[in-house]
């Protein structure tokens, strides 16, 4: 519940179980049962029963009986992981850490005020996750009329009384400065139990291994390979670590295709072993505009040896000068499991106009960007399997631009214009979000 260690470092796992030889036997588990034994390889101090019980109730809010169901689409797969109450990927680990919190409060009586900033898709789902839960109460703010209207109104229009939106007038970075200042205040972190639900979460990554395991059972049912590959849009490098942590896990992972919109960072480095920070830039894939990749340090971490003290200090040169650099295998790979690429908004919609034209299929531009970067690594032998992250409705109007016609919807976000809302609108300063927190935590 920590999120960051009081160091300012990430939190990883002593160890790594190895699982191959019990891949055999998880290969015909249900999408929670095969949950349960991954993650209780990861959890010592909840019960079995208890564990079993908070994985059923976080997917049963989904719309999917298999919860991530894989389909094909012309060369590759997309492994759909949009069917949660948010239509993202997001879901999958934030309905799980609902669940969880709730869990640990009330056997240890404790209680936990999450606050959050958001550019849009992580907010909505920490909202869905938590919303009407006893001992946790969420506030999340958003630059106030800076996100699609979508977005807003997936937040605003939940009306549980533990859930604050706040709409503060300024950018999505006032919001990040704001909640960084006021937790690295920790006498008024620990005086108000505040903590955060950001994706350096350990536990959002742990419930991300299973679909990496879910799909690969899937697809080597299907075709007989015996490798697969996964194509992953990716924005803070946390939904390509969990394939990365699965592969140290022992699943037969032929590759991972790390992809980039124009913010190319992480597509850099895999290309040249240089990571070295660029200005933002707004895209039509906005969940995936990101410069500096938070949970990247954990790769970091096993790339340096885990040595500790080598991450330490390329994470301080990346911090002096914005750049850092590791040295490229012999054969000038950086990191054999990994492929990179970078698909800018002309290639992203050009892929969806072509994917709808010929094979009926509507993606988002997320999902897009991973499918356009994966076509350039396809193989005969090891099926490409592309994370799709969000339903085509969540960004309509890209797919409108792509397609030239309104074809991206879906009845929860049709209904939303209807619904009453709720927000605080605050000036874009510390003190003032301080003091609403105050008014509303009674203290
Ligand atoms: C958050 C998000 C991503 C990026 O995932 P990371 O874990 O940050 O790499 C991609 N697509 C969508 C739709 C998202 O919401």
Known sequence: M??????????????????????AAWSGLSYQRLAFEVMRLYIGDIADEELAGLIDRSYRTFR??????VVRVGPVRILELFHGPTLAFKDIALQFLGNLFESILSQSDRELNILAATSGDTGSAAIHGVRGRARIRIFVMHPYGKISPTQERQMTSVLDDNVFNIGVEGSFDDCQRIMKAIFRDLPFKDAHSLGSVNSINWARLLAQIVYYFYAWFRVVAETGAARVRFAVPTGNFGDIFAGYLAARMGLPIGLLVLA???????????????YELGSVRATI???????????????????TGADSRKLTGLMQEFGVSGRLAVEPAADGRVDELFAAGSG??????????????????????????????????????????????????KFSRAVRDAVGRDVAHHEILDRLAALPTRCKVLPASESAVRAFLEERLGL
Request: glycine content about 8%.
């Open 2 to 23: 920590m999120g960051l260690a009081r160091d300012g470092g990430l939190l990883l796992p002593v160890t790594i179980p190895d699982v191959r030889d019990r891949l």
């Open 64 to 69: 999917h009986a298999e919860v991530a169901p």
């Open 285 to 303: 894939s906005p969940s995936m505009d990101i410069q500096v990749a938070s949970n990247f340090e954990r790769y970091l971490y096993y790339r």
């Open 260 to 274: 980039t919109n124009e913010n190319d960072i992480l597509a850099r480095f895999f290309a040249s072993g240089i």
């Open 344 to 393: 800018d908004t002309a290639r992203t919609l050009a892929l969806i106009g072509r994917y709808y034209e010929q094979y009926g299929c509507v993606l988002d531009p997320h999902t897009a960007v991973g499918v356009a970067t994966a076509e350039g690594f396809l193989s005969e032998a090891e099926p490409m399997i592309c994370l799709g992250t969000a339903h085509p409705a």
